[in-house]
């Protein structure tokens, strides 16, 4: 049963730091583009960051210089490392795998382009 279960999430002040991780179980999670999204409450999901199965990295202009994700292969686990938080970065983080991408049939950051999703992790960047 594909699975992916994303952590980390919490309460942090602006400025701060968290490290979201996604773990997947299923299938193995270099073989697909993996991605990361967010939803506030009344705005529509936005892509934030992609690693496609050949290492290739994608952000949102929103996050570029303060996100990075990265994969450790062995625990089939993805990351979002997220520093310099804002207020604006507050929502629901979601990770999702998926194959359209990879195919060139989709952008890296078009949700549409992904099969499988996680429950989400919420992220509240507040003072």
């Known amino acids: 049963q594909v699975q992916l279960v994303e952590s980390g999430g919490g309460l942090v002040q602006p400025g701060g730091s968290l490290r979201l991780s996604c773990a997947a179980s299923g299938f193995t999670l270099d073989s697909y583009a993996i991605g990361w999204f967010r939803q506030a409450p009344g705005k529509e999901r936005e892509g934030v960051s992609c690693?496609?199965?050949?290492?290739?990295?994608y952000y949102a202009d929103s996050v570029k210089g303060r996100f990075t994700i990265s994969r450790d292969n062995a625990k089939n686990t993805v990351y979002l490392q997220m520093n310099s938080l804002k207020p604006e970065d507050t929502a629901i983080y979601y990770c999702?795998?998926?194959?359209?991408?990879?195919?060139?049939?989709?952008?890296?950051?078009?949700?549409?382009?992904?099969?499988?999703w996680g429950q989400g992790t919420q992220v509240t960047v507040s003072s």
């Open positions: 690693l496609s199965s050949s290492g290739s990295t």
């Open positions: 999702a795998a998926g194959l359209a991408v990879i195919a060139g049939r989709r952008l890296p950051l078009d949700w549409a382009g992904y099969d499988y």
